[in-house]
Nanobody
Framework: QVQLVESGGGLVQPGGSLRLSCAAS????????MAWYRQAPASQRELVAR???????YYEDLAKGRFTISRYNANNTVDLQMNSLKPEDTAVYYC???????WGQGTQVTVSS
């Protein structure tokens, strides 16, 4: 059974940090590209960052310099460290194995004072 389970969302003030984590099972994690996406209200889901099986990473402009994606093959997890958060980062964040179309249920991140 495939499961991607996110955790770590919440409410944070502008300029603050959050670390999201995704625990994966049932997907042969070590060979998968993993990614974080987000979807703000009334907006389309968008890519934030992805990490390939070989550890190489890609960041959308919205994440460059502020977010870091990391994978831990020993325990099948992928994290997203988010720093210098802005109100426009408010969204539901989804963990995904995009090339096999597997998605988590999402975790809410709200950046507000």
């Amino acid at each position: 059974q495939v499961q991607l389970v996110e955790s770590g969302g919440g409410l944070v003030q502008p300029g603050g940090s959050l670390r999201l984590s995704c625990a994966a099972s049932g997907i042969m994690f070590t060979i998968r590209t993993m990614a974080w996406y987000r979807q703000a209200p009334a907006s389309q889901r968008e890519l934030v960052a992805r990490v390939n099986a070989d550890g190489t990473t890609y960041y959308e402009d919205l994440a460059k310099g502020r977010f870091t994606i990391s994978r831990y093959n020993a325990n099948n997890t992928v994290d997203l460290q988010m720093n210098s958060l802005k109100p426009e980062d408010t969204a539901v964040y989804y963990c995904a194995a995009p090339y096999i179309n597997k998605w988590g249920q999402g975790t809410q991140v709200t950046v507000s004072s």
